[in-house]
Nanobody
Framework: QVQLVETGGGLVQPGGSLRLSCAAS?????????MNWYRQAPGKQRELVAF???????NYADSVKGRFTISRDNWKNTVYLQMNSLKPEDTANYYC?????????WGQGTQVTVSS
């Protein structure tokens, strides 16, 4: 139905910034109920970081509110996660997911490491 490829991860110092990209193919993101960013740190459960609805509204986990911004470019069929003021606890594998009723479609993930 839809294929997702995440890019943009890497190693960054605390306080730094990264922008993750999620390129979709096979379906227009404009028609997808919601596009989501999840993350999973070693030994922890996967958690929802942010999502953006078809109408363009962004929603955030309390832990990233005010630091992360989710956006979408319908022409490029891509969703972004701008991450500022990064903290060591943001270290995780970040996954893009498309919710197309009744299931989620996942990308392969991109690693973000915040360390000095």
């Amino acid at each position: 139905q839809v294929q997702l490829v995440e890019t943009g991860g890497g190693l960054v110092q605390p306080g730094g910034s990264l922008r993750l990209s999620c390129a979709a193919s096979g379906r227009s993101i404009f028609s997808i109920n919601s596009m989501n960013w999840y993350r999973q740190a070693p030994g922890k459960q996967r958690e929802l970081v942010a999502f953006i609805t078809a109408g363009g509204s962004g929603n955030y986990a309390d832990s990233v509110k005010g630091r992360f911004t989710i956006s979408r470019d319908n022409w490029k069929n891509t969703v972004y996660l701008q991450m500022n003021s990064l903290k060591p606890e943001d270290t995780a594998n970040y996954y893009c997911a498309a919710y197309i009723v009744p299931k989620y479609y996942w990308g392969q993930g991109t690693q973000v490491t915040v360390s000095s």
